[in-house]
């Protein structure tokens, strides 16, 4: 069985999540294959919740999943499709089915997804549903009511490093952390020296930094993302090294350049750990793994060849 | 001053509507739908030839000056022969307009135009929801302008991750209202009203639909 996260988050130890995103349709087996692959390599796994407003298969029943296979799962949590009463009552759900993890996210708007009609909700923001959590915990609901049994979470938050402007994201972040967050996934880093300025700033926060590393699959992508996805920076010297790659090695050389990363991040202790998304591409995240040195179980494998 | 704004239905989407009904009368509103180019009087005469070149009977047409007040219905009565004359009224003003001629008459109403929100006018042309009368005001903590209506997604406590270089995720023709409220705060030294925790909010202020009877005598004397 997996230890749970908060136990690996206080230990010290380099911390590696990655992301499971759920199938569209009832049919889990590649979602299942997924977490077979990767429950016992990472110390955590997420997964989304309708990510990019796309209606899928639930996060909760993913969540489930890994936690029947004996994964460690961590529930992300939109507040864009649910009101205050769904997303208490799916997380006292959550705890009764053993899942200990949630990560507390605004979500994508509406229009961006593959529902573009549909009303958004927005009853709550992320950091009122990260303070919702902790009210639940004192065994009160958010109407005031005593509520039966015991809750308890270890809840995070995502925070944007290269948001412009920045400091809006980061009055943001310290709501958070005043909220309640014990752990932050960021949106993807690419600029090594972006991140170390900004976990300057964050390091001084009594909460773990997970650096959110998306793996680049081609010149295309890169480029897309960084002038596209809101922020998102992707240096243009690893623009070039994806394009210089020979035909057909750019899924390759992304793969080589997230492992870089994460080795760097840990070899200079930058943060606590990382947290890999490989959207849609989740059996090459042993492969980072392993390039980066980093063994099952989360431990590192050996020093051979860093 | 504050405008309804309209855009037209499309003519297949009228002709639906009206169906059967051929014998039809025209509202048009001479204040927010004849400044949006929607229902003015060019746009009824527009919507006259249309509806004739499909075959309906247009038993006649009248701009009312302000279609939501309530003179609406002297304007109404002075033209009842003709519509009586009609199986519906055709109406090129808001849905306040619509509803108030549904108030006096006891025809069919069908709308014409689909109305988008309540705006401000920000320059020549240019209108922006500014407020959706949310019952709890906040926008002496957000530098005067409003986050529950200019957010897409209404967040009270900053930013989502997909603010944008000042632009807001789901249109780069639409700014961010968060990067708008920082800069004011910021301007005023009072980056601390951004950083206060706003606690979830009431949605329920005056349960919909809203209704309230002012009590005139007292505040009269
Ligand atoms: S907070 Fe916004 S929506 Fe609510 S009353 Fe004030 S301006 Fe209107
Ligand atoms: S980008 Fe700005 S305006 Fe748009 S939803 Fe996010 S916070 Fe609101």
Redesign the pocket.
């Known amino acids: 069985m997996a230890r749970v996260l908060r136990e690996v988050l206080r230990s010290g130890e380099f911390v590696v999540t990655s992301e499971i995103g759920p199938p569209k349709g009832s049919d889990v087996s590649k979602m299942s294959h997924h977490i077979e692959m990767l429950k016992d390599k990472v110390h955590a796994l997420n997964v989304t919740d309708n990510q990019s407003s796309v209606m899928r298969y639930p996060s909760l029943g993913g969540a489930i999943l890994i936690k029947e296979r004996g994964g460690e799962p961590i529930l992300q949590m939109t507040c864009r499709d649910r009101n205050r009463l769904a997303l208490q009552g799916d997380l006292l759900f959550a705890y009764s089915r053993g899942i200990r993890n949630v990560l507390c996210l605004t979500g994508d708007a509406v229009p961006v997804g593959d529902h573009k009609t549909a009303k958004s909700v927005f009853d709550l923001d992320s950091t009122q549903l990260l303070r919702a959590i902790r009210t639940l915990e004192s065994g009160k609901d958010m109407g005031g009511n005593t509520i039966e049994g015991k809750v308890e979470f270890c809840a995070g938050a995502i925070v944007t490093p290269e948001a412009r402007p920045l400091e809006p994201q980061l009055m943001k972040f310290e709501k958070k952390v005043d909220c309640g967050a014990e752990f932050f996934q960021t949106q993807a880093i690419y600029d090594m020296d972006n991140f170390r300025r900004f976990m300057e700033y964050a390091g001084r926060f009594p909460v773990k930094i997970l650096a959110g590393i998306v793996l680049l699959t081609s010149a295309k992508m890169a480029k897309y993302m960084t002038e596209n996805v809101p922020g998102i920076f992707v240096p243009q010297t690893l623009i070039d090294e994806l394009a210089q790659a020979p035909k057909g090695q750019a899924l390759k050389k992304g793969i080589e350049i997230a492992a870089r990363m994460v080795r760097a991040i840990k070899e200079e202790g930058l943060c606590a750990g990382v947290h890999i998304m490989a959207i849609g591409r989740e059996e090459v995240v042993p492969e980072i793994l392993q390039a980066a040195g980093i063994g099952f179980n989360g431990h590192k494998a050996s020093d051979a060849g860093t | 001053m504050i405008r309804s704004i309209t855009k037209q239905k499309p003519l297949a989407e009228v002709l639906e509507l009206l169906g059967e009904m051929e014998r039809v009368f025209i509202i048009g509103c001479g204040t927010c739908t004849t400044m949006a180019h929607t229902g003015g009087q060019a746009e009824v005469l527009a919507m006259k030839q249309k509806l004739v070149e499909t075959g309906k009977v247009v038993t006649g047409f009248l701009v009312i000056p302000v279609a939501c007040d309530n003179l609406t219905e002297e304007a109404l009565q002075q033209n009842l022969p003709a519509m009586k004359e009609s199986q519906s009224l055709l109406i090129l003003t808001c849905a306040f307009g619509v509803q108030t001629i549904n108030r006096f008459l006891d025809f069919p109403v069908i709308p014409a135009l689909d109305t988008l929100f309540i705006g401000k006018e920000i320059g020549p042309g240019l209108f922006e929801e ?10 002496g903590e957000t530098g005067g302008i ?4 200019s957010c897409h997604k209404g967040l009270l406590n900053g930013p989502c991750g997909g603010t944008n270089n000042g632009k807001c995720e789901i249109d780069r023709n639409k700014d961010c209202a968060w990067t708008l409220i920082y800069e004011r705060l910021q301007k005023q030294g009072r980056l601390s009203a951004m950083r206060k925790f706003q606690s979830a909010k009431n949605y329920q202020v005056e349960p919909k639909p809203g209704k309230t009877l002012f009590e005139l005598e007292r505040s009269g004397s």
Do not use: R
């Open positions: 500014v407020c959706i009368q949310c019952g709890g005001c906040i926008l409003c986050p529950v209506t």
